[in-house]
C-alpha cells in the first residue's frame, strides 16, 4: 500500500516521542539522484548515481521531509527484491525470479479443454478393452492347455494298461494252427501214398508235438 513505508517509520517516532525534524534532514538539504517506486506503489529516493549496494534510500512522509527508509526487504515496481540495511542503506539487489508459464495454453477455449478430455477418455476406453480381451485370449488359452494336459494324461493310463496286459496270439498265427488242424485232418484221411510231399510233411510234424 502507497506509503506504508512512511506510516511505519512515523509508528516508529511516535513509540519513542521522538519529532523526525529533529533528527532528519529537510528535503531540500539531501540532494536527491535517482527515483524509484516500489511495488505497493511508494516513491523511493537515493543520493546515489544508481540503485546498487551500499545505496542509500529514502522516502517522503505527508509533509515532504526526506524520510531513510527503514531495514527490511522491499520489492521494486520491476520484480527485484532489495535488502535494506539497518543503516537504510542497500544490502543487496535480487534479481526477480522467472515466472513458470502453465502447461496448459492461455489461448485453450473451453471447447478445446472438453475435446481433449473427451478424446482422453476415448483412449482410456480402447485401451480397456484391449486390456480385456487380451486378459479373455489368455484365460481360453489356458483353458485349452489344462484339456491337452488332460488328454495325455488319459492316453498315457491307456498305454500303461496295454503294457501291463498279457500278450494275445497273433492273427497269422491263428491262422496257421487253423491251417495246419485242416491240413492235419485232411491228411488223416488220405492214405500215405496219396499225399502230396507238404501234406507228409505236416504230418511228420504233427506226430512229434
Known amino acids: 500500500m502507497k506509503g506504508q513505508i512512511a506510516q511505519k517509520v512515523r509508528d516508529i517516532f511516535q513509540s519513542f516521542n ?22 505497493d506503489g511508494t516513491v523511493i529516493f537515493s543520493s546515489a548515481a544508481e540503485w ?10 505527508e509533509t515532504g521531509n526526506a524520510v531513510p527508509v527503514p531495514a527490511g526487504d522491499y520489492t521494486l515496481e520491476d520484480g ?21 508459464e502453465d502447461e496448459m495454453p492461455q489461448d485453450m477455449s473451453s471447447d478445446d479443454l472438453l475435446k481433449t478430455i473427451e478424446s482422453l477418455g476415448a483412449r482410456v476406453s480402447a485401451l480397456e478393452n484391449q486390456n480385456n480381451e487380451l486378459l479373455s485370449q489368455l484365460s481360453d488359452a489356458k483353458k485349452e492347455s489344462l484339456s491337452k494336459d488332460v488328454e495325455l494324461s488319459s492316453v498315457k493310463k491307456e498305454l500303461q494298461t496295454i503294457k501291463q496286459s498279457p500278450a494275445v496270439d497273433s492273427i497269422k498265427s491263428k491262422r496257421t494252427e487253423v491251417s ?30
Open 18 to 39: 521522538i519529532n523526525p525534524k529533529d533528527i532528519f534532514l529537510e528535503e531540500e538539504e539531501v540532494q536527491m539522484e535517482i527515483e524509484g517506486k516500489l511495488a
Open 52 to 61: 546498487a549496494a551500499s545505496a542509500d534510500v529514502y522516502t517522503k512522509d
Open 80 to 100: 527485484r527484491l532489495v535488502v535494506i540495511g539497518e543503516d537504510s542503506k542497500i544490502v543487496e539487489i535480487k534479481e526477480a525470479e522467472a515466472e513458470v
Open 180 to 209: 495246419l488242424s485242416r491240413d492235419n485232418k485232411e491228411t488223416k484221411e488220405k492214405t500215405y501214398s496219396a499225399m502230396t510231399v507238404q501234406e507228409r510233411v505236416n504230418q511228420y510234424l504233427s506226430k512229434i508235438k
